[in-house]
C-alpha cells in the first residue's frame, strides 16, 4: 500500500467513549500532521510531528491526544468529545516540515460524527 | 498570525469557460503559496503552488499568480471541464516564532462546472 492511509474512515461515538484515529504513511516522510476540517471553516492545523517528535500544538483541547511512536505512524486519542468536535479529520506527511519541498499528501480522512 | 482569505465561497461555470478564485494574505513573510484540489469525498490534492520569488506558473490548463505588493495571489483555470468540479484551497506558508513552518488555509472554494 502506498500513500497516507487513515484508519477509520468512519466514527461515531458517545461523549464518553474513548477512540482512536490511526494514520500510516508510506512515503517515507519524516513530517506528519493532523488537521481538521469542518464545513465552511478553513483546514485547523491540530498537531505537528517531526521525526516522531511533537513540534506544534495549536491549542487544541486535552480531549484530543496525539501520538507518534515511529515516523510513519500517528495516533489521535479521543475522549470525552463534545458534539462541535464532529469533523473530518485528515493526517497529513510532508517529506520535511514544508521548509523545502512544501507539499502535504494527505490521507482520505476520518469522519467522525460525536453524539 | 497568518489569515487567508478566499473567495468566492461558490462558483459555477459553463464548460469550456473559465475560473478564477482569489485569495489574500496577512503576513508579509509567507513565502509559498499552494493550491489543493479537494473532490468529494477525496482527499486533498496539490495541484499547483507558487513561490514568492515569480509572479506566475503555468501548468496546462491550470495558472496562478501573485501579487506581493497587494499580498494576493490567484488560480486560473481554463476551458474547464466536469472533473474540475471540486472544492479548491488556498494556502500561505507562514514561519512561526519558533522557526517551525505552518500552512494557513483559505475556506475554500466549491467549483462547479456544468456541463
Known amino acids: 500500500e502506498t500513500g497516507v492511509t487513515q484508519t477509520p474512515r468512519h466514527l461515531v461515538m458517545g461523549m464518553t467513549n474513548k477512540k482512536s484515529l490511526k494514520c500510516e504513511q508510506h512515503?517515507?516522510?519524516?513530517?506528519m500532521y493532523w488537521y481538521k476540517q469542518s464545513a465552511k471553516k478553513p483546514l485547523e492545523l491540530m498537531f505537528v510531528y517531526n521525526f516522531k517528535e511533537q513540534t506544534e500544538n495549536n491549542s487544541v483541547p486535552s480531549r484530543f491526544s496525539p501520538e507518534c511512536p515511529n515516523s510513519s505512524h500517528l495516533f489521535l486519542h479521543l475522549h470525552t468529545l463534545q458534539p462541535e468536535d464532529s469533523a473530518l479529520y485528515l493526517c497529513a506527511s510532508s517529506q520535511d516540515l514544508l521548509d523545502r519541498t512544501g507539499e502535504l499528501f494527505f490521507g482520505e480522512g476520518s469522519r467522525l460524527t460525536v453524539l | 498570525g497568518e489569515n487567508v482569505e478566499q473567495h468566492p465561497s461558490t462558483l459555477s461555470v459553463q464548460e469550456g469557460d473559465s475560473a478564477v478564485i482569489k485569495c489574500t494574505y496577512s503576513?508579509?513573510?509567507?513565502?509559498?503559496f499552494p493550491w489543493y484540489k479537494q473532490e468529494l469525498g477525496k482527499r486533498p490534492q496539490l495541484i499547483i503552488d507558487i513561490r514568492s520569488n515569480v509572479g506566475e506558473k503555468k501548468d496546462q490548463r491550470i495558472a496562478v499568480t501573485l501579487n506581493k505588493t497587494a499580498k494576493h495571489f490567484s488560480l486560473h483555470i481554463t476551458e474547464t471541464q466536469p472533473e474540475d468540479s471540486a472544492v479548491y484551497f488556498c494556502?500561505?506558508?507562514?514561519?512561526?516564532?519558533?522557526?517551525?513552518?505552518?500552512?494557513?488555509f483559505g475556506k475554500g472554494t466549491k467549483l462547479s462546472v456544468i456541463p
Open positions: 503576513d508579509s513573510a509567507s513565502n509559498y
Open positions: 512515503l517515507g516522510h519524516n513530517a
Open positions: 494556502a500561505a506558508r507562514e514561519i512561526s516564532g519558533a522557526g517551525s513552518y505552518q500552512l494557513t
